[in-house]
């Protein structure tokens, strides 16, 4: 059965300063791997997603995220954190044999002036 | 391209009370899921549908929740009775499927309240 780890409930950055949210995957399947934002109030917006192309994946708004199979991990990445990153980050796998998409339990990013 | 449409927006009702909720996915879309989100927790699968058959629904509460997708397309969930603890917000999501691309569309959800 596949599930997704977030490694982190919380994490606090200073503005500026970079950016590493963790993700931990188990799947059966060759999975895809996804990385979505959620600000307060808001709907899930895509930042970033990995299809078994390139390893490193390049998002939206600066982030990236590197699909490392060795290490069952898609952690993502920023090198400088903007105040208009705090929000709340998901982590998701799917595999391709079910289609499932799972959830982690979420990252509230806090970037601090 | 129209994405998922979900409706209604927001809906508050009494415990006990009923409620159903409307999903309309992205057209040509095999696979729907339906999730719940409370308040400070990630999306939670309650069920996926693959055209008009379920795939997974083991994390539906069976005793309370419905759901149902005929003809393959659009999809309603429903809650009766509604408890205290149904409150959140319930997403609908499509996905074309196929072996390259299994990203998942999401509708704007329907934020449920119960008094």
């Known amino acids: 059965a596949q599930s997704v780890t977030q490694l982190d409930s919380h994490v606090s950055v200073s503005e500026g300063t970079p950016v590493l949210l963790r993700c931990n995957y188990s799947?059966?399947?060759?999975?895809?791997l996804f990385w979505y934002v959620q600000h307060p109030n808001k709907g899930l917006q895509l930042l970033l997603k990995?299809?078994?192309?390139?390893?490193l994946v390049k998002g939206i708004n600066g982030f990236e995220a590197e699909f490392k199979k060795s290490e069952t991990s898609f952690h993502l990445t920023k090198p400088s954190a903007h105040m208009s990153d705090a929000a709340e980050y998901f982590c998701v796998v799917s595999d391709l044999g079910t289609y499932k998409y799972i959830f982690g339990t979420g990252t509230r990013l806090k970037v601090l002036a | 391209e129209a994405g998922v449409a979900q409706s209604p927006r927001y809906k508050i009702i009494e415990k006990r009370q009923s409620v159903a909720f409307w999903c309309n996915p992205i057209?040509?879309?095999?696979?729907l899921y339906w999730y719940q989100q409370i308040l400070g927790q990630g999306p939670k699968l309650l069920i996926q549908?693959?055209?008009?058959?379920?795939?997974?629904d083991s994390q539906l509460p069976k005793d309370r929740f419905s759901a149902e997708r005929l003809k393959g397309v659009d999809s309603t969930l429903k809650i009766q009775p509604a408890k205290l603890e149904d409150s959140a917000v319930y997403l609908c999501a499509s996905s074309g499927g196929g072996l390259m691309n299994t990203e998942a569309f999401f509708g704007q959800g329907t934020r449920l309240t119960v008094v």
């Open positions: 799947s059966s399947y060759s999975p895809s």
């Open positions: 549908f693959q055209n008009n058959g379920v795939v997974d």
């Open positions: 990995y299809t078994s192309a390139a390893t």
């Open positions: 057209s040509g879309h095999a696979t």
